[in-house]
Structure formats: structure tokens, C-alpha cells
């Protein structure tokens, strides 16, 4: 059986990813890691949350994020509450300080993207650019194989 052509895939994956780690390189000197900022922008996404629940949307051990939670809950960026359901589930929750440091993370990085795009790109590649977001916020919510389904 032939293999299909792959190169289009390719050349987008290597893109996205170069992209990728330049805003990770623009990410401002807060003191926290990588997983700590990935606990806490899935914690925005989805609210209050057991670490359990964390973990499989991250698709991770708990036990890897037990020191991340630890260190983001000394730092006031997240609490941890009882579930009022179910006594014995702790909720992670985002504190006001951790919604304050992520938003200014987040905005940080958004100026340098929109400036490295208002300098470099034509306005037809701005243009695209936007929409084509979109499109690639569709591949990355996609599970694999039910793209389109």
C-alpha cells in the first residue's frame, strides 16, 4: 500500500512549532515552569477541578503534578477546596493572583506575536493569518480520526 504524501503535514507541523517556541521564549520571567503555567491555563479552561480530572485532560500522571500544584498553591495562584458534592474530592481552583499572572503571560506573548506579525508579514499573510486561526483551532480541539465527523 502506498504511504500517503506527508510533506504538507510536515512543513505545517515544523511551522506551528517554530512558532510555538518563540512564544515560549517571550514567555516573561515569572518564576514558575512550564507544567506550573500548563496547570493553571487548564484550570482557566475548565474551572474548578480534582487533580484526577487535571491530569487526564493533560494527558499526565497525577503524581507529575502533584509538585506543580504544590508550588502554584504556596504561591496564591491556586486553592484547594473541598467539593461540596463529594467531602472527600479536593478542588483545584485558580486564585484572582493566578488569573492575574496568566493574563499578563498571555498578553505579554500576544503583543510580541502581534508585532512579529504586523513587521514581517504583508497584509494578504495578516490577513490569512486570521483565518486560518480558526481552521487550526479546529485540528487542535480534533481527536484523532474524527476530524469532520
Known amino acids: 500500500m502506498a504511504q500517503p504524501d506527508t510533506s504538507t503535514a510536515t512543513e505545517l507541523r515544523e511551522s506551528v512549532m517554530?512558532?510555538?517556541?518563540?512564544?515560549?521564549?517571550?514567555?516573561?520571567?515569572?518564576?514558575?515552569?512550564l507544567?506550573?503555567?500548563?496547570?493553571?491555563?487548564?484550570?482557566t479552561r475548565t474551572g474548578a477541578a480534582t487533580p484526577a480530572e487535571l491530569a487526564g485532560r493533560m494527558h499526565v500522571r497525577v503524581q507529575s503534578l502533584t509538585d506543580s500544584i504544590n508550588g502554584l498553591a504556596a504561591a496564591g495562584l491556586v486553592c484547594r477546596r473541598t467539593d461540596d458534592v463529594d467531602r472527600r474530592r479536593q478542588l483545584v481552583e485558580l486564585t484572582e493572583a493566578g488569573g492575574a499572572l496568566l493574563a499578563a503571560d498571555r498578553a505579554e506573548r500576544d503583543?510580541?506575536?502581534h508585532t512579529a506579525m504586523r513587521e514581517n508579514l504583508t497584509e494578504l499573510e495578516f490577513g490569512l493569518l486570521l483565518l486560518v486561526a480558526p481552521v487550526l483551532r479546529k485540528l487542535a480541539d480534533a481527536e484523532a480520526g474524527t476530524i469532520g465527523t
Not at 517554530?18 to 515552569?33: E, K, N, S, Y
Not at 507544567?35 to 487548564?42: F, R, Y
Open 18 to 33: 517554530a512558532v510555538a517556541r518563540q512564544l515560549r521564549r517571550h514567555r516573561p520571567d515569572h518564576g514558575l515552569t
Open 35 to 43: 507544567s506550573q503555567m500548563q496547570v493553571l491555563a487548564e484550570v
Open 111 to 113: 503583543a510580541w506575536l
